[in-house]
Nanobody
Framework: QVQLVESGGGLVQAGGSLRLSCAAS????????MGWFRQAPGKEREFVAG????????YYADSIKGRFTISRDNAKNMVYLQMNDLKPEDTAVYSC?????????????????WGQGTQVTVSS
């Protein structure tokens, strides 16, 4: 089992940056592909970024491509989301999630374990 705890959210002005962190418990972290999702009020949860077990492959939603970067440190059981040039439409609760390799990285139903989420608010 994997437990995930996000941190790093907050209030930032448009054009600013934030770095989200996700701490994972357990000795098997490197077995899991990881993803970041977000959900804005009144909207469905959407995929943001994903990364394979040893960082060989990354995936990004078109809406954030070129602005956000996902990374992981298996030695520290951590996954990160660096968010630059933030826009008001990036405002949402951001959650990290873990899945075993295989399946569709872009689909939330592929992910088994979820964190509680961290709020990101971007003011205009």
């Amino acid at each position: 089992q994997v437990q995930l705890v996000e941190s790093g959210g907050g209030l930032v002005q448009a054009g600013g940056s934030l770095r989200l962190s996700c701490a994972a418990s357990g000795r098997t972290f490197s077995m899991y592909s990881m993803g970041w999702f977000r959900q804005a009020p009144g909207k469905e949860r959407e995929f943001v970024a994903g990364i394979s077990t040893w960082s060989t492959t990354t995936y990004y939603a078109d809406s954030i491509k070129g602005r956000f970067t996902i990374s992981r440190d298996n030695a520290k059981n951590m996954v990160y989301l660096q968010m630059n040039d933030l826009k008001p439409e990036d405002t949402a609760v951001y959650s990290c999630a873990a899945r075993l390799p295989g399946g569709d990285a872009y689909r939330d139903y592929e992910y088994t374990y979820w964190g509680q989420g961290t709020q990101v608010t971007v003011s205009s």
